[in-house]
């Protein structure tokens, strides 16, 4: 219970007093339509039917009644040919064969007979030779070998029998120089140096007319007997010193120059140093010429 209840002026003007509320009630249950939007009792009983059985006056015209129904069904059944898109009876026995086994009559006469195909079959069969494509058993024996082995008769003239190739084989071991671009072994002694001999052997030093313009090496074949290397210069007409002997670096690309000349002997014979690169004192001078004209390569 409120200890100061609200009094009547405290009550704004705009709240609904009971009173008013109660008058308004009243007013609205008095009024003949007070809501529009929905229909009277009359007007519900204008615009609809009542509830109970539909009577005939009820159905629209457009509706058949079964009697109309009744009446159409029995006239389509009536009719000759109601259904003009179907055949009649009459009009498929004769569009169509009955059911039934054909007749000869029923097979057009472009379809062989039994008759005729065992006729065509034995007509095929009988005939000499019915597929020209193909070849006949004596016509491919005419045309290939019969199976079996190889004969003699059967390997062509360019092919070598046997004997002709082990014939072939004796004649090439027999001759004495079958591969003339090849050295016989003798050829190969007189060529290169055997494998193993020393470097120098006492070959006579060759004549000037045979040497030519060129150097050559020997040992022991001049003055023999004393183990002595010798080295000849066949100069011709040239006038020039008697030996040179360089030295090159050992990533050196190019051969020899003069300026690589590290000394020379003369044709006096008197060994000149023109370089200190390389010293050979005049008593190692046989051993120089012993391993050939030493072109010194440090490695």
């Known amino acids: 219970m409120l200890q100061n209840p609200i009094t009547e002026p405290q009550v ?66 009536a009719a000759a040919d109601p259904h003009a898109q179907y055949l009649l009876q009459a009009e498929g026995d004769a569009r169509y064969r009955l059911a039934g086994a054909l007749t000869d009559a029923d097979i057009p006469a472009a379809i062989a007979r039994d008759s005729e195909v065992a006729a065509a079959i034995n007509a095929h069969l009988a005939a000499a030779d019915p597929h020209a494509q193909y070849l006949l058993q004596a016509e491919g024996d005419a045309r290939y070998r019969l199976a079996g082995a190889l004969t003699d008769a059967d390997i062509p003239a360019a092919i070598a029998r046997d004997s002709e190739v082990a014939a072939a084989i004796n004649a090439h071991l027999a001759a004495a120089d079958p591969h003339a671009q090849y050295l016989l072994q003798a050829e190969g002694d007189a060529r290169y140096r055997l494998a193993g001999a020393p470097l120098l052997t006492s070959v006579p030093l060759p004549t000037a007319n045979v040497a030519g313009n060129s150097a050559a090496m020997s040992w022991n074949s001049v003055q023999i007997g004393f183990g002595t290397a010798e080295f000849c210069n066949y100069s011709g007409l040239g006038g020039g010193d008697a030996f040179n002997f360089f030295r090159l670096p050992g990533n050196e690309p190019s051969p020899p120059t003069l300026s690589n000349r590290v000394s020379r002997i003369d044709i006096s014979g008197a060994y000149i140093q023109t370089s200190d690169k390389t010293h050979i004192p005049h008593p190692q001078l046989a051993h120089t010429l012993l391993e050939g004209v030493k072109v010194n390569y440090p490695r």
Do not use: C, K, M, W
């Open 12 to 77: 704004p003007g705009a709240i609904a007093r009971d009173s008013e509320v109660a008058a308004a009630i009243n007013a609205h249950l008095a009024a003949a339509d007070p809501h529009a939007q929905y229909l009277l009792q009359a007007e519900g009983d204008a615009r609809y039917r009542l509830a109970g059985a539909l009577t005939d006056a009820d159905i629209p015209a457009a509706i058949a009644r079964d009697s109309e129904v009744a009446a159409a069904i029995n006239a389509h059944l």
